[in-house]
Structure formats: structure tokens, C-alpha cells
């Protein structure tokens, strides 16, 4: 079926669907068996962002729509303010088994 759109932020592609209630392995496997169409093929490559990409300034973090907690590559993170686009993220600490959110990223899009 057709796939919410992605967005382009900095040099990511970040997917427009989130998984709302997932582990961390889940999340990981939402990202990795993801598939976009692109001219009539699924294209992947997706994956969890990483913590560093949400470093105060980086597109990621001004972009990314919280507030969370969403599964990074490195563990979860939140917004410190609901809904304020400039909130800085910072690391919050569950259990890989604890039902989070999850946005899925590639570095580059597929041509089209």
C-alpha cells in the first residue's frame, strides 16, 4: 500500500510514519524493512537516527516533531518541550523492552 511521504531535513530523508508503540528492536526492524516507492520500486535504506544528530543546531533536531520519547540507534531521547520545534533533545533511560516511538531516517534519498 502507498506510504506516507518523506521529508528532506539537512542531508536526511526522514520518513513521514511513525511506529507509535515499539521496543527497540522493533523499531529496528521497522526502519530496516522499510520501503518507500520510488519510480515504481520500494527503495530502504533506512535506519534510527543516532543520538549525535540531534545535537543542539543540527537540521535533525529542529525538524524532527516531538516530543517523544522516540528510539535512537544509541537508546531513546526526548524533546524538552512538547512541541517546540527549537526544545533541545536529551537522553532518557528505558529498557530496550519498553514501547517507545520510532521515526525512521536514510542518509540519502533514492533517485527518482
Not at 517546540?84 to 530496550?96: G, K, L, M, R, Y
Request: glycine share 12%; aromatic share 10%; with cysteine.
Amino acid at each position: 500500500p502507498a506510504v506516507p511521504t518523506t521529508k528532506r531535513i539537512g542531508a536526511l530523508e526522514v520518513f513521514g510514519g511513525v511506529a507509535d508503540a515499539v521496543n527497540f528492536e522493533e523499531a529496528r526492524a521497522f526502519c530496516k524493512h522499510l520501503r518507500v516507492p520510488a519510480g515504481g520500486s520500494g527503495e530502504g535504506g533506512f535506519r534510527l537516527p543516532r543520538r549525535s544528530e540531534f545535537s543542539p543546531g543540527a537540521p535533525l533536531a529542529m525538524a524532527f516533531a516531538g516530543p517523544g520519547p522516540f528510539w535512537t540507534l544509541d537508546g531513546p531521547i526526548t524533546q524538552t518541550e512538547a512541541y517546540d520545534p527549537s526544545a533541545p533533545w536529551e537522553s532518557v533511560d528505558f529498557p530496550e523492552g519498553t514501547a517507545l516511538a520510532a521515526r525512521c531516517i536514510r542518509s540519502e534519498a533514492p533517485s527518482r
